[in-house]
Structure formats: structure tokens, C-alpha cells
């Protein structure tokens, strides 16, 4: 059973308003990116991809630089997020199952990794996540409440979303053929495109996407508390 992590590390963070895209910022010394791939690299999963633009950075400052074993391939992203997962898709063929992960999430765990695993040996697609903590409003375009959706069945989902490849890869080859491209993440692939259940699993409310500047001070004291370690 081979199993390949992708970390999704393309794309230009604009809600960052840096001047170096978000992965490559420094948070507590260390590339931001780094945070997750150790996560995997600890974790029982055979193999990672790194999906980013500068693969020079990427085998100089990731792989060298911290002396990771598991990393076999850094493949160039596309436009979107969605490009940037199937690039990852194609890189992994012969895998049987994958973890597709935003590199922006750097506090996701070797055990939250490994739970999520097993859980997909049984299920084959899993996402995780955790219920939300507020009461959440559906809205109509006037911003008028339609309805209030009981808080026990509302969660809010993060990654890794992880699948059985096969399942992931020929819903995404058909989401890749439609002109609409409604999607936000990558089980909502399978959920339009395929014709398999998905399972979510709870992580924690640690494992936060950095996205926003504030991100970074928050990431930054969850580094240095013992909360991370
Ligand atoms: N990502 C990617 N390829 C893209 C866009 C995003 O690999 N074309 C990755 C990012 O590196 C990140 C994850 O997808 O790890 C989640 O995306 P997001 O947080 O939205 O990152 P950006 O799109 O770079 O940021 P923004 O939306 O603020 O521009
Ligand atoms: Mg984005």
C-alpha cells in the first residue's frame, strides 16, 4: 500500500500582503513550509511531493536545508489551487492512497496524519476538520437569514483530505473536462464528480490555514508554547 503526501505550496498568497509569497516567510526561524513537512516526514506515510514554483528553493532551503528523506519529487503548480492539486494528482500516479495538504497549515500532527490514514483504509475518503464553535447563518444575496443550520452538523474543513487515489484522480479528470469550476476543496471534487461518500475526521482548532498577517503572530506564540510540542 503506497501512500504519498502532496503539499501544496503554489501560489501567491495575496491575503498575506507580503513581499515573498506566505510558504517562504520565517515564522519562529523556520520557512513556514517547513512546519508541515516534518509533520509528514514523521509520520508514517512512504512519500511526499511538493507542489511549488521554485523548485530550487524548494531542494535548497526545504529538502537540504532540514534533511528530508521522504521528499521524491517538487513539481511546479498552476493558476489555481485546483491546477496545483492535479499536478500533483499525475506527479502521484501508481500511489494507492493520497493526502492532499496546504502547505499553509503548518500545525496538523504526525498522530492526525496517522488517524486520518487508517480512517481512509476503511472509509476511502476522508477530510478533516472540526464543528464549528459559533452559530452559522445561511444568508440570501439581501444578507436576510434563510435559515440556521443546527451547530452540531456544521463543521468547518481543513486539510489533509485524504483519499483513495483512484477515486480522487478520476473525479478530478472529470472536474478537469467541465467548463464550471465550482469546487473550494478537493472533496467537493469528489462529491460533484464521483459517486462515493466522504468521512470527517476531527483534527483540532490548532490547525489553522495561514492566510492573513495576524496569522503569522498567532502561529508564531503556538510555536513557542508548549501547545505545539
Ligand atoms: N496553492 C497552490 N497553488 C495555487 C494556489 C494555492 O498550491 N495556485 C496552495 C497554497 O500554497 C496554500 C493552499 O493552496 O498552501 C491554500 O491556498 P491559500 O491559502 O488560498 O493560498 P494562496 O492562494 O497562495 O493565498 P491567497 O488566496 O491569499 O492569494
Ligand atoms: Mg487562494
Request: include cysteine; aromatic fraction near 10%; charged fraction near 30%.
Amino acid at each position: 500500500m503506497k501512500t504519498t503526501a502532496i503539499i501544496l505550496a503554489a501560489g501567491k498568497g495575496k491575503r498575506m500582503r507580503s513581499d515573498v509569497p506566505k510558504q517562504y516567510l520565517e515564522v519562529s526561524g523556520k520557512p513556514l513550509l517547513f512546519y508541515s513537512i516534518k509533520a509528514f516526514e514523521d509520520s508514517c506515510v512512504d512519500e511526499i511531493m511538493i507542489v511549488m514554483d521554485d523548485v530550487k528553493y524548494g531542494k535548497e532551503q526545504i529538502v537540504n536545508r532540514f534533511g528530508f528523506k521522504k521528499v521524491v519529487n517538487i513539481i511546479v503548480g498552476g493558476k489555481e489551487r485546483y491546477h496545483s492539486v492535479y499536478c500533483g494528482l499525475n506527479a502521484a500516479k501508481g500511489s494507492d492512497y493520497v493526502l492532499i495538504h496546504d502547505g499553509a497549515r503548518p500545525f496538523i500532527t504526525k498522530q492526525q496524519i496517522e488517524v486520518l490514514l487508517a480512517e481512509t483504509y476503511q472509509a476511502g475518503a476522508c477530510v478533516s476538520g472540526m464543528p464549528v464553535k459559533d452559530t452559522i447563518k445561511i444568508a440570501d444575496k439581501r444578507n436576510q437569514v434563510k435559515e440556521t443550520p443546527n451547530r452540531d452538523d456544521v463543521w468547518m474543513v481543513q486539510t489533509p483530505q485524504v483519499f483513495s487515489y483512484s477515486l480522487i484522480k478520476n473525479a478530478y479528470d472529470r472536474f478537469m473536462e467541465d467548463d464550471r469550476k465550482e469546487v473550494t476543496d478537493d472533496a467537493m471534487v469528489l462529491e460533484k464528480y464521483g459517486s462515493h461518500s466522504v468521512k470527517l475526521v476531527k483534527t483540532s482548532y490548532r490547525n489553522i490555514k495561514i492566510t492573513t498577517p495576524e496569522d503569522i503572530l498567532i502561529a508564531e506564540a503556538f510555536i513557542q508554547s508548549e501547545l505545539y510540542h
